[in-house]
């Protein structure tokens, strides 16, 4: 059974940083496709990062790029989601998900991934 849990959200000011964890199990974990998304109160859920098993590239949202780092450690079946220089519209619950296999296109769309993980969330202060 695949299982991710997400942690590591809170509250920060605007320009502080967090780092998120998702925790997987139950899968392989280089077989797989991982990203995290997010939500905001009233909005639509956006991708923010995914590391592709496709090309083992990581590919970010605009409205991330230069401020947030992803990565991932086999060892311990987990990814992190560095966030650094925090906005205050970067306030949203974060959730990780996975997709088996590589994926060619339309990197965050919603369809491609099988399982999700719980929430954490992210509050900026400003």
């Known amino acids: 059974e695949v299982q991710l849990q997400a942690s590591g959200g809170g509250l920060v000011q605007a320009g502080g940083s967090l780092r998120l964890s998702c925790a997987a199990s139950g899968f392989t974990f280089d077989d797989y496709s991982i990203a995290w998304f997010r939500q905001a109160p009233g909005k639509a859920r956006e991708g923010v990062s995914l590391?592709?098993?496709?090309?083992?590239?990581?590919y970010y949202a605009e409205s991330v790029k230069g401020r947030f780092t992803m990565s991932k450690d086999n060892a311990k079946n987990t990814v992190y989601l560095q966030m650094n220089s925090l906005k205050p519209e970067d306030t949203a619950d974060y959730y990780c998900a996975v997709s088996p296999g590589g994926i060619f296109s339309d990197y965050f769309l919603s369809g491609w991934y099988d399982y999700w993980g719980q929430g954490t969330q992210v509050t900026v202060s400003s």
């Open positions: 590391i592709n098993s496709y090309d083992s590239n990581t």
